[in-house]
């Protein structure tokens, strides 16, 4: 057991070890952790080791294979980045934000005037022609585009009165 552990002087090759590293990564941090991971990685290996092998050399090529594994690790990992920038670009608004306009234009809708509502709803909604709206509805052609003209207009107005900041509360009285 003396014999195979005087011919295995891993310490007598720490210095080759860590100039190689050294020269691979070209930072003295990065080049410990190279050393001190193909020390582990040979330890755990040792039985792989050829009797009468050159040690430094095994050793040496630990610490190669295991940079090029870190860089190969590591543009697999910036690829996955970038492919994720690519798709994060591509990205949608918050559904919860959908979600409040849609209950707003339906709150907006069911104010309207009952008329006004099935005329935009037959038009808007359903597809049909303002011919067939106004057939299904009972009414004049006439009639069912002055209801869709007024539902249009009052949703234009609701819509332009928030952007302008319009709240439904007044201040009432305070300092004249």
């Known amino acids: 057991m003396k014999r195979s552990m005087a011919r295995?002087?891993?310490v007598g090759q720490l210095g080759s070890l860590r100039r190689y590293a050294r020269s691979l990564t070209r930072d003295s941090a990065d080049a410990e952790d190279l050393v001190h991971d193909a020390l582990v990685r040979a330890y755990e290996r040792r039985a792989t080791f050829r009797t009468g092998g050159n040690p430094r050399a095994w050793l040496l090529a630990i610490v190669h294979n295991i940079f090029i594994d870190r860089?190969?690790?590591?543009?697999?990992?910036?690829?996955r980045i970038e492919q994720a920038g690519h798709l994060a670009d591509q990205n949608m608004p918050a559904s919860q934000d959908h979600s409040v306009r849609l209950s707003q234009v339906r709150e907006a809708f069911l104010a309207l005037p009952k008329e006004q509502r099935s005329a935009l709803h037959l038009v808007a909604i359903e597809g049909l022609s303002y011919d067939e709206a106004a057939e299904v509805s009972g009414v004049p052609l006439g009639t069912l585009m002055s209801r869709i003209g007024r539902a249009r207009a009052a949703l234009r107005e609701m819509e332009e009165g928030k952007a302008r900041g319009k709240h439904h509360l007044r201040i009432v009285g305070g300092e004249s």
């Open 8 to 10: 295995f002087d891993i």
């Open 71 to 79: 860089m190969r690790s590591r543009r697999s990992e910036a690829a």
